[in-house]
């Protein structure tokens, strides 16, 4: 793992793998409560 560096580029990278590696959490975790959600309501029913 690199330090932090506080420079242009460095803040580049660091919110590029952020984006990327949280969006695509959110989306998986928004896809997977969804389903939760409509499986938990079939049970419920």
Known sequence: ???????????????KLLDSQTLTRIVLGLCFGLMAAVIAG???G
């Open 1 to 15: 793992m690199k330090n932090f560096d506080m420079t242009e580029e460095g803040d580049m990278t660091v919110l």
């Open 42 to 44: 079939l049970i419920r």
